[in-house]
């Protein structure tokens, strides 16, 4: 039985991750962080908690890490933890370098330290590439990393330290190059869900208004289930490399809202105002990957479309927004 260790294991990619995992007959190992409210701190995965092995654990506490990995063994350990939202980057911008950049070289030397025949997948983002777009409209694994927020240059140099140990130290260490992917169990303060969950109050009654930032941004959204499919895959290559993850299709934000609504029956421009909050110092403003490298490599393709993704969020938040 092959042993898995993921970091982020509560959060939306972990939880499906695990399920995927455990599907293949994985012993499936993971670390949550301690939260007041104890219910919330494995939320996620609590339906799967009786096939688990979860520990307290933080990638800041080298300590921690280096004592589970030696005790585990794991073959393959996925580096999924992370201050996640882009904007709030800009609100802690230490603490984001700290987790996404520094508590990724903690576990890589904890790696380095007590498993080095183990496999090591860092979860890096098209965030990186910021302003940057290929002559033909994508980015690929070859265009330059111009990240515009703290997050983005957080994720850089956990991609670069992972590129590094990989040539150093000959270790098994890759890189997926992740582009937006959604689920119902996303986040509710990442546009996707927020639209979907807001669009739905206001279907019910319970809400009249729905307050966004910038709707001229383009995002490359695919579903998180096709995504974790890929990291097991790019992880298990015989050659350790980076690969892009993305559907290859890009849709506004404007977009998007307007799908969301219109299959709820509403007009969008009636409900959405614009509230400065939500916009960012500075946007990305426009997404769209190649992933035609790892598509060839695995023939990997994903199974849901734009339209089944965003319908199956909105089916989600029908049924368990309650009146
Ligand atoms: P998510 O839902 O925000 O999950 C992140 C998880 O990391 C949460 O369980 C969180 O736990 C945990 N975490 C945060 N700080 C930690 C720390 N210091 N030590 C241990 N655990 C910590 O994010 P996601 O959407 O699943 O994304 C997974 C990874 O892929 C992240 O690294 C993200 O940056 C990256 N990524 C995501 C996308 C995307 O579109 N979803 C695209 C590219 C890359 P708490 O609940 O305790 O905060
Ligand atoms: N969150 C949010 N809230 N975003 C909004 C809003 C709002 O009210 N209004 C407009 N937007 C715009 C943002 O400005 C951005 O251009 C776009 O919607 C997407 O925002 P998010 O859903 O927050 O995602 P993100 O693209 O910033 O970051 C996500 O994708 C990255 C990969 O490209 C996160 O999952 C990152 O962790 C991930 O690395």
Redesign the pocket.
């Not at 940057?132 to 330059?144: A, L, V």
């Given at each position: 039985m092959k042993k898995a260790f993921i970091t982020g294991i509560n959060g939306q990619d972990g939880s499906y991750l695990t399920e995927y995992l455990l599907k293949l007959g994985y012993e499936v190992h993971g670390i949550i962080r301690r939260n007041s409210v104890p219910e919330h701190q494995q939320s996620r995965i609590d339906f799967l908690r009786k096939d688990l092995h979860v520990s307290y654990g933080d990638l800041l506490d080298v300590s921690g890490l280096e004592r589970l990995l030696k005790n585990i063994q794991p073959d393959e350990i996925y580096n999924l933890a992370?201050q996640?939202?882009?904007?709030i980057s800009f609100d802690v911008p230490q603490f984001t370098a700290q987790v996404n950049a520094l508590g990724a070289l903690n576990l890589l030397e904890a790696f380095r330290n007590t498993c080095p025949d183990s496999k090591y997948y860092q979860a890096s983002?098209?965030?990186m590439f910021g302003t940057s777009i290929g002559e033909n409209g994508y980015q690929s694994e070859t265009t330059p990393l111009n990240p515009t927020s703290p997050?983005g240059c957080a994720?850089v140099f956990a991609f670069n330290i992972t590129r590094n140990y990989r040539k150093s130290y000959k270790l098994h260490a890759v890189n997926g190059i992740?582009?937006?992917h959604e689920s119902p169990r996303r986040g509710s303060?990442?546009?996707?869900n927020?639209v979907v969950k807001g669009a739905v109050m206001i279907k019910k009654g319970l809400a009249t208004k729905l307050?966004?930032?910038?709707?001229d941004?383009y995002?490359d959204w695919g579903h998180s289930k096709d995504y974790v499919r890929a990291m097991h895959m790019i992880i298990n290559h015989n050659i350790p490399d980076d690969f892009v993850v993305a559907t290859g299709q890009t849709h506004s934000?404007r977009e998007m809202t307007d799908y969301v609504f219109s299959k709820l029956g509403l007009d969008y421009k009636k409900f959405v105002i614009q509230n400065p909050i939500?916009?960012?110092p500075e946007?990305?403003p426009y997404?769209r990957g190649d992933s035609s490298k790892l598509r060839k490599t695995f023939d990997w393709t994903p199974e849901y479309t734009f339209n089944a993704l965003m319908d199956e969020m909105i089916d989600f938040w029908m049924e368990n927004i309650k009146i």
């Amino acid at each position: 039985m092959k042993k898995a260790f993921i970091t982020g294991i509560n959060g939306q990619d972990g939880s499906y991750l695990t399920e995927y995992l455990l599907k293949l007959g994985y012993e499936v190992h993971g670390i949550i962080r301690r939260n007041s409210v104890p219910e919330h701190q494995q939320s996620r995965i609590d339906f799967l908690r009786k096939d688990l092995h979860v520990s307290y654990g933080d990638l800041l506490d080298v300590s921690g890490l280096e004592r589970l990995l030696k005790n585990i063994q794991p073959d393959e350990i996925y580096n999924l933890a992370a201050q996640s939202h882009v904007r709030i980057s800009f609100d802690v911008p230490q603490f984001t370098a700290q987790v996404n950049a520094l508590g990724a070289l903690n576990l890589l030397e904890a790696f380095r330290n007590t498993c080095p025949d183990s496999k090591y997948y860092q979860a890096s983002s098209s965030e990186m590439f910021g302003t940057s777009i290929g002559e033909n409209g994508y980015q690929s694994e070859t265009t330059p990393l111009n990240p515009t927020s703290p997050y983005g240059c957080a994720k850089v140099f956990a991609f670069n330290i992972t590129r590094n140990y990989r040539k150093s130290y000959k270790l098994h260490a890759v890189n997926g190059i992740l582009f937006n992917h959604e689920s119902p169990r996303r986040g509710s303060n990442f546009v996707t869900n927020k639209v979907v969950k807001g669009a739905v109050m206001i279907k019910k009654g319970l809400a009249t208004k729905l307050e966004l930032g910038n709707m001229d941004s383009y995002r490359d959204w695919g579903h998180s289930k096709d995504y974790v499919r890929a990291m097991h895959m790019i992880i298990n290559h015989n050659i350790p490399d980076d690969f892009v993850v993305a559907t290859g299709q890009t849709h506004s934000v404007r977009e998007m809202t307007d799908y969301v609504f219109s299959k709820l029956g509403l007009d969008y421009k009636k409900f959405v105002i614009q509230n400065p909050i939500f916009l960012r110092p500075e946007e990305l403003p426009y997404l769209r990957g190649d992933s035609s490298k790892l598509r060839k490599t695995f023939d990997w393709t994903p199974e849901y479309t734009f339209n089944a993704l965003m319908d199956e969020m909105i089916d989600f938040w029908m049924e368990n927004i309650k009146i």
